[in-house]
């Protein structure tokens, strides 16, 4: 069964450094999404992603985030300059669209630590 | 404002036992989409069902069934036959019409299942 890839699946960074996470999301998907999960808490929406563009986003998605789709099967996120409160884990979600009961089918998660 | 409620934070039980994950949403549409998610410990998250609004009859697939209570706002979630691979975090999360695409996930509820 086909399935949303993420990596890496733990990253450690230096406060202040720049970071991307990587996602292959199912390939005739057409809407995508990040979200994140602070250790021990409960899922939130950063942004979703249609047709080349962001579609909507949430007020954690600051400045210092960004998405792209570069090529048309990686879908990215980074974080322009990290800080502490940034550690949690990332998950990808993709989605096929055209009818809204359909479920996001999410990654295993990228681990992101903020040192 | 759109919510979902998971109010219980932990559960225990032994093997074999039946256990209900409760949730309860608050949303103003009349059209929504309700989904529940499974991460066991390894992290990923796991797509379980979904639920229109406007569906009339609760289901059953294998060992999951779930009860959907509009007058309630209520979508509780059964396991039977519990077993210890079905220790997880469960969360239950919302899809509103004037929400755009994203899910709003409830704070999960952990189920520990012992021998």
């Known amino acids: 069964e086909p399935e949303v890839t993420q990596t890496p699946s733990h990253q450690v960074t230096q406060m202040g450094q720049e970071v991307i996470l990587r996602c292959v999301p199912i390939?005739?998907?057409?809407?995508f999404y990040w979200y994140r999960q602070i250790l021990g808490q409960k899922v939130e929406f950063l942004v979703s992603f249609y047709n080349n563009e962001i579609s909507e986003k949430s007020e954690i998605f600051d400045d210092q985030f960004s998405v792209e789709r570069p090529d048309g099967s990686n879908f990215t996120l980074k974080i322009r300059s990290t800080k502490l409160e940034d550690s949690a884990m990332y998950f990808c979600?993709?989605?096929?669209?055209?009818?809204?009961?359909?479920?996001?089918?999410f990654g295993d998660g990228t681990r992101l630590s903020i040192l | 404002a759109q919510k979902v409620t998971q109010a219980q934070t932990e559960i225990s039980v032994v093997e074999k036992e039946d256990v209900t994950l409760d949730c309860v949403y608050e949303?103003?549409?009349?059209?929504?989409?309700l989904f529940w998610y499974k991460q066991p410990p390894s992290g990923e998250l796991v797509f379980l069902i979904r639920r229109n609004s406007f569906d009339e009859q609760n289901e059953i697939s294998g060992r999951y069934s779930w009860n959907f209570q509009k007058s309630t706002s209520s979508f509780n979630f059964t396991i039977t036959a519990s077993q210890v691979v079905d220790s997880a975090v469960y969360f239950c999360?919302?899809?509103?019409?004037?929400?755009?695409?994203?899910?709003?996930f409830g704070t999960g509820t952990q189920l520990k299942v012992e021998l």
């Open positions: 949303t103003r549409d009349t059209t929504y989409y």
């Open positions: 390939s005739n998907h057409l809407y």
């Open positions: 999360a919302l899809r509103f019409t004037g929400g755009g695409n994203k899910l709003t």
């Open positions: 979600a993709s989605e096929r669209g055209g009818q809204r009961n359909q479920p996001q089918h």
